[in-house]
């Protein structure tokens, strides 16, 4: 695969999620151009594989309490 066609992480400040309610986390990352956004309960088990674009958001009561990318 060309380099150039990997796609890269919106430039965003993932820590400004924490605390948001989902729902307004949601929107506001796919606004700001994340291609891929998936809510977990925390300390979910998830597969380790990156993904350019995707920002994962754990889950407490309908509040963001971790964000990270891939």
């Known amino acids: 695969m060309d380099r150039n066609s990997i796609p890269e992480n919106p430039a965003d400040d993932t820590e400004a999620y924490v605390g948001q309610p989902v729902a307004e986390a949601e ?21 380790m594989e990156f993904l350019a674009g995707r920002i994962n958001f754990a889950v407490t009561d309908g509040e963001v309490v971790r964000c990270w990318t891939g």
């Open 27 to 47: 929107e506001r990352a796919r606004d700001r151009g994340w291609t891929t956004v998936r809510r977990l309960p925390p300390n979910a088990v998830v597969t």
